[in-house]
């Protein structure tokens, strides 16, 4: 079993890698392989909608999200931190999810080259957010959730938090349990 963090945080040591290296050590203490991927240190590029990843389920794009995509089919779960910015979720993270499209076809169906590695793959979110009202994260739940139950994926479900400076979640054992628990699911089939 092998579970990809994705940080789509430009804050390291911030709350969401906190939260998001929380998760990983409960999917190592139940016995999976671990990686964790910060979008920040990577040159992605967003999507250019040249529609040729849609014939070829290969990327017109030539940046770091090739190894990325190597990693994603490689990962039976996938859990992704990101923090609340401006009622959304970074751009490093909306680049990163938009590039998602190599995997489909025109219609929005799996690529038949890569069904069999996406098929019920395991995805997991964790939000933080400034705001005392966690739901301001919902517009990041409302880009991932319906991406995997449009594709068949399995929902792991969502840790939302709140926090502001950074590190301060080492003080929300609520959250910090949340994020574990989150990791040991993704690893547990």
């Not at 991927?37 to 770091?64: E, T, Y």
Request: hydrophobic share 40%; net charge positive; proline share 3%.
């Amino acid at each position: 079993m092998k579970v990809l963090g994705i940080m789509g945080s430009p804050r390291v040591g911030g709350n969401s890698d906190i939260l998001l290296s929380q998760a990983l050590s409960g999917a190592k203490e139940a016995g999976a392989d671990v990686e964790k991927v910060i979008l920040d240190r990577k040159k992605i590029s967003g999507c250019k909608d040249c529609k040729k990843c849609n014939k070829m389920g290969i990327c017109a794009i030539k940046d770091d999200m090739l190894e990325i995509q190597k990693k994603i089919l490689e990962a039976d779960a996938i859990i992704h931190s990101v923090p609340v910015y401006f009622f959304s979720m970074t751009a490093q993270m909306k680049a990163y999810l938009d590039r998602w499209c190599v995997f489909f076809d025109e219609k929005w169906l799996w690529q038949k080259i890569y069904y069999p590695k996406m098929r019920g793959k395991r995805i997991g979110l964790i939000t933080v957010c400034g705001n005392t009202d966690v739901h301001m994260a919902d517009p990041i739940v409302n880009c991932f959730k319906p991406t995997v139950e449009m594709s068949k994926m399995h929902w792991l479900g969502t840790v939302m938090t709140s926090a502001n400076e950074k590190g301060e979640i080492v003080d929300n054992k609520a959250a910090i349990e949340q994020a574990f628990e989150l990791g040991k699911k993704a690893a547990t089939p």
